[in-house]
């Protein structure tokens, strides 16, 4: 079953547009961490396309992790407030640089928690890299490092954004249209 041919109001984003930004960013990344030991995060689901893009343009001998920030109750798991992280095991973090790659920030909530958690566990250095930034909805103080593209209060999906799980595949981004919400 295809998704439909209407499901974005507006495109948005085309693949080339976020790879060209996503260079970018790399290159800022590259040179500012070319002396640190650097993990770049991946959060699930939704970073998932992004940040295979930006490590493919990365030259820093850095490490790949995973975590989900969720109330799913998976392995390796610890609840801060209401939302649970899951990680990839053996993560190290005391020491490190961290890099929290999302795929879009929002009120800031998600944010907030992930920065808790790597501070609590004592990395060195804790910064986020996303690929959308909704400034206008912010309700706790986060600012990103790295923002590939500032949009309004709108919903988007595409590039690993989804609409209830779904159109995560669609590789680019664009505007939900309204008959589909
Ligand atoms: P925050 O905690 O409010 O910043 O929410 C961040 C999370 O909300 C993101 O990681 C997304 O999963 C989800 N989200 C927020 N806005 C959108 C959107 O426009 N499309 C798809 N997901 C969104």
Same mark, same amino acid.
């Given at each position: ?16 547009? /976020? ?28 970073? #998932? ?25 998976? +392995? ?13 095991? +053996? ?12 795929? /879009? ?50 919903? #988007? ?15 680019? /981004? ?8």
């Amino acid at each position: 079953m295809n998704y439909p041919v209407d499901i974005m109001s507006e495109v948005l984003f085309t693949e080339e547009q /976020i790879a060209k930004r996503t260079k970018e960013l790399a290159q800022r990344i590259n040179e500012d961490y070319k002396d640190s030991p650097l993990t770049v995060v991946c959060t699930l689901k939704g970073a #998932v396309f992004f940040f295979t893009e930006l490590m493919k343009n990365l030259k820093l001998d850095c490490r790949l992790e995973f975590i989900k920030a969720s109330s799913y109750i998976g +392995n390796t798991t610890m609840t801060l407030g209401n939302v649970t992280i899951s990680r990839s095991m +053996n993560f190290e973090i005391q020491g490190r640089d961290i890099l929290i790659v999302e795929d /879009i920030v929002d009120t800031g909530h998600t944010c907030a928690k992930l920065f808790d958690y790597f501070k609590n566990q004592k990395c060195h250095s804790v910064q986020i890299c996303t690929l959308l930034d909704k400034k206008s909805r912010r309700q706790v103080e986060i600012n990103p490092k790295y923002i590939g593209f500032e949009i309004g209060n709108q919903f #988007v999906i595409g590039y690993g954004l989804d609409y209830n799980e779904a159109y995560r595949n669609i590789p680019y /981004i664009g505007i939900l249209n309204e008959k589909y919400l």
